[in-house]
């Protein structure tokens, strides 16, 4: 009886051992894009409300600043107590020239023009302004206005409103 001995180590893989590294491989990889999914979508969270904050903040400050500023309130051509306001003030410049701006709401943006010029946005389009509303306070010593504006933002659980609001007096108003 003969035996034929292999000397020949084994090369290559099984078809079970392939299988095996495949399901491996597949696994690691549906861990890995889970676990990116899931970070990405907590970025987006963590990251959302403070640039509202920010960007929502910043074009209030810039309204009230122009009301504390003012000389007078244009009511003929500003909208009061409605959830699209217009506010139209005029006041002076750095410069000592007078100026006249126009606060509004269009698309769902806040809109500034200055001295009938060009109109300018105070929020960016991915910023959603739902009210912009003026409320027109007067009494026997002074005149002040109460800007408010509310911003939508998309987050996991759905749409989310935040309200913020100022008062600004005019400052020859109570002189």
Same mark, same amino acid.
């Given at each position: 009886?003969?035996?034929?001995?292999?000397? #020949?180590? #084994?090369?290559?893989?099984?078809?079970?051992?392939?299988?095996?590294?495949?399901?491996?491989?597949?696994?690691?990889?549906?861990?890995?894009?889970?676990?990116? =999914?899931?970070?990405?979508?907590?970025?987006?969270?963590?990251?959302?409300?403070?640039?509202?904050?920010?960007?929502?903040?910043?074009?209030?400050?810039?309204?009230?600043?122009?009301?504390?500023?003012?000389?007078?309130?244009?009511?003929?051509?500003?909208?009061?107590?409605?959830?699209?306001?217009?506010?139209?003030?005029?006041?002076?410049?750095?410069?000592?020239?007078?100026?006249?701006?126009?606060?509004?709401?269009?698309?769902?943006?806040?809109?500034?023009?200055?001295?009938?010029?060009?109109?300018?946005?105070?929020?960016?389009?991915?910023?959603?302004?739902?009210?912009?509303?003026? $409320?027109?306070?007067?009494?026997?010593?002074?005149?002040?206005?109460?800007?408010? =504006?509310?911003?939508?933002?998309?987050?996991?659980?759905?749409?989310?409103?935040?309200?913020?609001?100022?008062?600004?007096?005019?400052? $020859?108003?109570?002189?």
């Amino acid at each position: 009886m003969s035996t034929q001995i292999n000397n #020949h180590p #084994h090369k290559g893989f099984t078809l079970v051992e392939t299988l095996f590294y495949i399901g491996g491989v597949v696994l690691l990889l549906g861990v890995i894009v889970t676990t990116l =999914i899931n970070t990405y979508t907590w970025y987006q969270e963590v990251v959302a409300y403070p640039r509202v904050d920010t960007q929502t903040t910043l074009a209030l400050s810039r309204i009230i600043s122009d009301i504390r500023g003012g000389e007078t309130i244009n009511a003929g051509q500003s909208t009061f107590n409605v959830d699209t306001g217009t506010l139209s003030i005029t006041g002076l410049d750095a410069n000592g020239i007078t100026k006249t701006s126009v606060y509004s709401l269009s698309n769902n943006r806040i809109t500034l023009q200055t001295n009938a010029g060009t109109t300018q946005f105070l929020t960016p389009a991915s910023l959603r302004i739902t009210r912009l509303r003026f $409320n027109q306070l007067n009494t026997a010593l002074s005149s002040a206005v109460r800007a408010e =504006i509310q911003a939508e933002y998309q987050t996991r659980s759905g749409t989310t409103t935040t309200t913020y609001s100022s008062l600004g007096i005019l400052k $020859n108003s109570y002189r």
